[in-house]
T-cell receptor
């Protein structure tokens, strides 16, 4: 199993550009989440999904959209990038048994 | 005040020392996770606890539900243990959502 994969690993955007961060998992996990990690702060939840076709907002959803058309994929869209969205983004998944969370390798995004 | 507080924020130890990282939380929880973030950025789950104590190799995690406190211990520390250790709690009735502490940066010198 590849686990949780994320692409790209690094990205530089200009203010106002849009892009999609890709996340995929091959463990048939129901639950998937997107977090951002900023210096001096814990991981913060952006959006999450409890299954295909179901998504909900986390703590910091503004400026981001998600969709979950399949169990495997959970893309995160930045609609109009802003410098405040410069961060490291992690995708995570887990099964339904409330056990181990699996994290992707992260995407380092810089918005100029 | 954060719902999840870790201490210390930074910890430097000599190889072989016994290390303790603490996590206190202020909400009712169904489970607590300890995670390790490597210098390269990857995050790995170490433990999930809802009561008592768990051990894996040189790592021991304990939780006291009544005192809302958990500790992560590393015995016979090694430079490869250098990483950020993150505590996260699953709040009661939060479903799949986790609330994270800011992390403890551990450096183990040879």
């Amino acid at each position: 199993n590849a686990g949780v994969t994320q692409t790209p690993k690094f990205q530089v955007l200009k203010t106002g550009q849009s892009m999609t961060l890709q996340c995929a998992q091959d463990m048939n996990h129901e639950y998937m989440s997107w977090y951002r990690q900023d210096p001096g702060m814990g991981l913060r939840l952006i959006h999450y999904s409890v299954g295909a076709g179901i998504t909900d907002q986390g703590e910091v959803p503004n400026g981001y959209n998600v969709s979950r058309s399949t169990t495997e994929d959970f893309p995160l869209r930045l609609l109009s990038a802003a410098p405040s969205q410069t961060s490291v983004y992690f995708c995570a998944s887990r099964g339904s048994s409330y056990n181990e969370q699996f994290f992707g390798p992260g995407t380092r995004l810089t918005v100029l | 005040k954060n719902e999840v507080e870790q201490s210390p924020q930074n910890l430097t130890a000599q190889e072989g020392e016994f290390i303790t990282i603490n996590c206190s939380y202020s909400v009712g929880i169904s489970a607590l996770h300890w995670l390790q973030q490597h210098p390269g950025g990857g995050i790995v789950s170490l433990f999930m606890l809802s009561s008592g104590k768990k051990k894996h190799g040189r790592l021991i995690a304990t939780i006291n539900i009544q005192e809302k406190h958990s500790s992560l211990h590393i015995t016979a520390s090694h430079p490869r243990d250098s990483a950020v250790y993150i505590c996260a709690v699953r709040r009661l009735a939060s479903g799949s959502r986790l609330t994270f502490g800011e992390g403890t940066q551990l450096t183990v010198n040879p």
